[in-house]
């Protein structure tokens, strides 16, 4: 199975890697928490773009199902030398991995990776296309955290033009029933956007509130924003996050920028999920990791 999209994803499967998250997660809670159910398998992971939590999550994973892993350092690999995405692809491929996981920042690029290799792909963020892992974590800490989706008032707020977080998210929370709302200054809404400039509308009785950061690399010339002024005019404040319901969360997919888009004191309070987010990352990669390579598993019993 390649995860490249949320909408690869049939109801049963996002159901069953829902639940199958929510395990892993109290199973990652204990003391030992190994498993050999990909022992002997190598997963390889080759990010084109940076990362903290994704790379480190799906290494984590990874290794807790008891798989070897290989990163492929890229900023030192023969892609500097000017070797093709297909080739390096097939340089990958000859290796005989059993997954390789993908970070890109040229959209579609995983769906065509996917194509050249005998191994299952799975996308961990393509440019502003997708980040389907990401969304799964996101449902499933909501999930956990409200025992439901259906029916919450969610809010994605920030760098939505950019966001493939906002996109997968996005997705599968109608998908599974939630009211979202997405805001952001004009200028980084997708095209389509004719909603009212700022977040505030988008707060009014939110029970999540999720804020994105501006994706800085993918803007070109200066935004004329300070710090200060970002948060002022559409950063996370007390006074803006009174107006969500009483109930209300928050989260991030980090990397946070404090003080730009969220005020430090809020991602560090009790009502913050951000830290919750990524504990549930490491299980939602262990269950697609799972079922990335089960297939195979059962064609080829050890
Ligand atoms: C995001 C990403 O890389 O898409 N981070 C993540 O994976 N948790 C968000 C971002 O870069 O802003």
Redesign the pocket.
């Known amino acids: 199975m390649d995860l490249i999209s949320t909408t690869d994803l049939s109801d049963e499967q996002l159901t069953y890697l829902l639940d199958a998250s929510e395990n892993w997660f109290q199973f990652n809670r204990q003391l030992r928490k190994s498993d050999d159910r990909l022992a002997g398998l190598n997963v390889v992971t080759a990010f084109f773009?940076?990362?903290?939590?994704?790379l480190l999550s799906f290494d984590i994973a990874a290794r807790r199902l008891g798989a070897m892993v290989t990163n492929l350092p890229v900023e030192i690999s023969s892609v500097s030398k000017g070797e093709s995405l297909m080739d390096t692809a097939f340089t990958i491929d000859a290796m005989r991995p059993d997954v390789l996981v993908l970070?890109h920042p040229q959209p579609g690029a995983p769906r065509d990776v996917a194509g050249w290799m005998n191994c299952p792909v799975v996308n961990?963020?393509d440019g502003a296309g997708e980040?389907p892992t990401?969304g799964l974590l996101d449902v499933a800490t909501i999930r956990r955290h409200f025992g439901r989706i259906e029916g919450l008032k969610v809010a994605i707020c920030g760098d939505i033009r950019h966001?493939?977080?906002a996109n997968s998210t996005e997705k599968l929370l109608r998908r599974l029933g939630a009211h979202v709302t997405l805001a952001g200054p004009k200028p980084l809404m997708p095209d389509a956007y004719d909603g009212p400039d700022g977040i505030d509308h988008a707060l009014d009785g939110a029970d999540v509130v999720m804020m994105?950061?501006i994706?800085r690399e993918r803007l070109s010339g200066d935004l004329g924003d300070r710090p200060g002024e970002y948060l002022n005019a559409y950063g996370l404040t007390e006074e803006r996050l009174a107006m969500a319901s009483p109930q209300a969360v928050v989260m991030h997919?980090?990397?946070m920028n404090r003080g730009v888009e969220i005020e430090g004191a809020i991602a560090d309070s009790d009502r913050s999920l951000i830290r919750a987010q990524v504990e549930m990352?490491v299980a939602v990669r262990m269950a697609v990791l799972d079922q990335a390579t089960i297939e195979r598993r059962t064609r080829n019993p050890a």
């Open positions: 773009e940076n990362s903290t939590r994704t970070r961990a963020g980040h990401q966001s493939r977080v994105l950061r994706q997919p980090g990397p990352g």
